[in-house]
């Protein structure tokens, strides 16, 4: 040991070559194993985003041989807008609704099965279905139940003497029903991560809550539940913004952005701008700000928020 | 009357039972331990003497005043856990203050911002910093009140746990295995401390562990547990002197106690190996006995000498003591001798010895695991 110890202090010349062809021989082994998925990376991600970017610099129309570089003029073009704009209003708003009532009401609906021993497996799956089926499919149900001289909805209501509106066919509720499905569809998703994050709870927790004098569950929720589901209640944020940003299918089989553009989202504005109109380089820049707003959302949450809900 | 009672408790989980008809006191300012292996019962008993757990038959007392079917936070119990069971959002100080704000401010005031502005608020939570102050000075966490439970060791995670206990003075302390998850060294230390806070506090205490020597070491009184059922309950030196079953002579002490199977002869007497071991033993002729004896009451004696022949098997050199494992004939483990180490520095593996047990060292067993009765009593038992 001694002698090692030694030869090391006098930084022995073979030694140290030995330890620099070492680790030049992991560091080559380390870049072979990763590279794979760095070429899948740049491959699969990265290129087309730049693709994308590239393109929200030119005039590109699909069909055409031939485009120019016409630097920021789309960006220029898209914020005089009109349907841009309202597109970005309208998502912004459906987010607005879509996020806290699928969170909370799937933060509700975990506290509900996890508090419940009979029936769990029964009430997991049934509000998951909604998660697994196909939202193209479900929504010729909810035109049907929406609809406003023949649906459920409005029949129910009016036994009660309240006249239905015309739910998506109204410029003023069309995207509030839109949020309602959108809603309908993320619980039981936002459900499952939180009954995930309350298994993770431990038991003593709750106990020491109790001795120390926590006597409703309200209060148990307040000291407990709440603070330790802190990191599940950002990610389940962060996915359920990430999704209803996104959201496409409902807009498209439903009411296609309309009445009067009332509907319109970033979505499917780009959808339009890009496989109806063709316009490749106008649709890109839309694409560009859509991606734009996601990562300016996501450092927030992540770089603000997550120092707030994790303790250790 | 004594302060803390559970009288009869019985629990069961289907044909399970958990636990079968135990009683459990505590006068004031004792110290009781529950101690037994694993699954007998002894944590089912403190969540039930908490509240957090319910037995199906049996009453719970705090003094005169029955808290059976009362919520925990009524009971004015307090509690240490296992994991110590901190809130890992707060800082020490506010895991310490809950028991407090709990109960001396409404749930207006513990409101987030709202509670801010409700009348009285300032003045209870002043004189709760206060009283958190005192209780983190008294056990030296005084430093750490700002620091949030992931940031402390495993000690000081330990008495924050404890001056959150102790922070509002409880009618009983109930501690659950509070000390196994620190080192062995920091276990030895906090030991010291907790005995000595009770002594301080004088609150009642009924501590969980599976440990022997730590609940030798600490309680007034030991109740020893085995599947759901308390074998004996007193003070650690009848508990270790005059075990009233053999469950319990083998869960206490360490080494573990030797044990003999033999059969009585004539006038209540036992042979082991040709020689007498015990006179007086109640019970026809020719019934099937265990004997107990403990390590240390057995001497080592050179070949040749009067007593049991053995032959050295293991040396365990301990600092101040030596264990010596020896065969002998018509035993299956061995006897095992505890020494001074000068009496064994000439022994190795293989030496022969002989073994002279003392006079009034048997303690003797029926097949039913009970204390067989002495017609004379041999030796009195040891006053606590």
């Known amino acids: 040991m001694r002698e090692i110890a030694v030869d090391a202090n006098l930084s022995h010349p073979t030694a140290r070559q030995a330890a620099i062809r070492a680790a030049k021989r992991e560091e080559r082994v380390a870049w072979q194993l990763a590279a794979p998925a760095i070429i899948l990376i740049i491959a699969l991600i990265l290129l087309p985003t730049l693709a994308v970017f590239v393109f929200s610099l030119t005039n590109y129309e699909l069909g055409y041989d031939d485009f120019q570089f016409i630097g920021l003029d789309n960006y220029i073009e898209l914020f005089s807008d009109r349907t841009f704009l309202i597109s970005l209003q309208n998502t912004a708003v459906y987010t607005a609704i879509v996020t806290p009532f699928s969170v909370f009401i799937g933060l509700g609906v975990a506290l509900l099965i996890e508090g419940e021993t009979r029936g769990r497996a029964f009430f997991r799956t049934v509000y998951f279905l909604p998660v697994a089926s196909l939202l193209v499919a479900m929504a010729t149900v909810f035109q049907y139940l929406l609809h406003p001289t023949i649906g459920p909805v409005n029949a129910m209501l009016s036994m009660l003497g309240i006249a239905g509106p015309n739910w998506l066919g109204s410029s003023s509720t069309v995207l509030i029903s839109l949020a309602i499905i959108g809603i309908w569809q993320s619980v039981g998703f936002n459900m499952v991560l939180f009954l995930a994050g309350l298994t993770a709870i431990p038991r003593e927790l709750y106990a020491a809550s109790e001795v120390d004098g926590a006597k409703s569950s309200w209060e148990r929720f307040r000291l407990v539940t709440w603070p330790m589901l802190g990191p599940t209640t950002l990610f389940v944020t962060t996915i359920s913004v990430i999704n209803a940003v996104k959201v496409f299918e409902t807009v498209k089989t439903l009411t296609e952005g309309g009445p009067n553009k009332a509907s319109e989202v970033l979505l499917w504005t780009i959808y339009q701008e890009g496989f109806v109109y063709l316009r490749v380089g106008y649709a890109s820049a839309m694409t560009v700000i859509f991606l734009a707003f996601l990562i300016v959302l996501m450092l927030i949450q992540y770089r603000v928020l997550d120092k707030k809900v994790h303790y250790t | 009357m004594s302060a803390f009672a559970l009288r009869n408790i019985s629990k069961s989980y289907g044909s399970n039972s958990i636990l079968d008809d135990v009683s459990i006191e505590a006068e004031e300012g004792e110290f009781i331990a529950l101690v037994g292996p694993s699954g007998c019962g002894k944590s089912t008993l403190l969540r ?74 300032a003045a209870t939570q002043a004189a709760i910093k206060q009283q958190v102050l005192t209780t983190a000075t008294s056990l030296k966490i005084d430093h750490l009140l700002d620091r949030k439970p992931g940031q402390m060791s495993g000690g000081q995670r330990q008495r924050v746990a404890l001056a959150r206990a102790l922070v509002r003075q409880p009618g009983v302390f109930l501690m659950d295995e509070p000390l196994s998850n620190l080192d062995a060294n920091l276990r030895v230390h906090t030991r010291a401390e907790i005995v000595d806070l009770h002594r301080r506090t004088g609150v009642p205490t009924i501590y969980v562990t599976h440990d022997q020597s730590e609940a030798l070491s600490m309680a007034d009184r030991v109740a020893v547990m085995m599947g759901g059922k308390v074998l004996q309950f007193a003070s650690p030196a009848q508990i270790y002197d005059d075990p009233r079953h053999i469950e319990v002579a083998k869960f206490v002490g360490s080494p573990r106690i030797n044990i003999i199977n033999a059969v009585t002869s004539e006038n209540g007497r036992v042979f082991f190996a040709g020689k007498s071991m015990i006179e007086g033993v109640t019970g026809p002729v020719g019934t099937a006995v265990r004997l107990g004896i403990r390590p ?89």
Request: one cysteine or more; hydrophobic letters at 45%.
């Open chain 2, 48 to 121: 039930i003497a908490a509240g957090l757990d319910h037995g199906d038959t049996g009453s719970i007392w705090m003094g005169n005043r029955e808290i059976t079917a009362e919520h925990p936070a009524d009971r004015n119990v307090s509690m240490v856990f296992q994991s110590y069971a901190l809130y890992p959002h707060l800082t020490a100080e506010q895991n310490i203050a809950v028991p407090l704000a709990m109960r001396k401010l409404s749930t207006l005031q513990r409101m987030p911002f709202l509670g801010r502005f409700m009348a009285g608020r």
């Open chain 2, 296 to 384: 240390e009451r057995i001497r080592l004696k050179p070949e040749g000498a009067d007593g049991i022949a053995a032959t050295v098997s293991r040396l365990e050199f301990l600092g101040s003591e030596v264990l010596v494992t020896t065969d002998v004939a018509g035993t299956e483990d061995g006897i095992v001798v505890k020494a001074a180490p000068a009496d064994v520095a000439h022994l190795a593996a293989g030496s022969p010895v002989m073994l002279q047990v003392d006079k009034d060292a048997c303690l003797v067993f029926g097949d039913d695991g009970l204390r067989v009765p002495l017609r004379n009593p041999v030796r009195v038992a040891v006053d606590a």
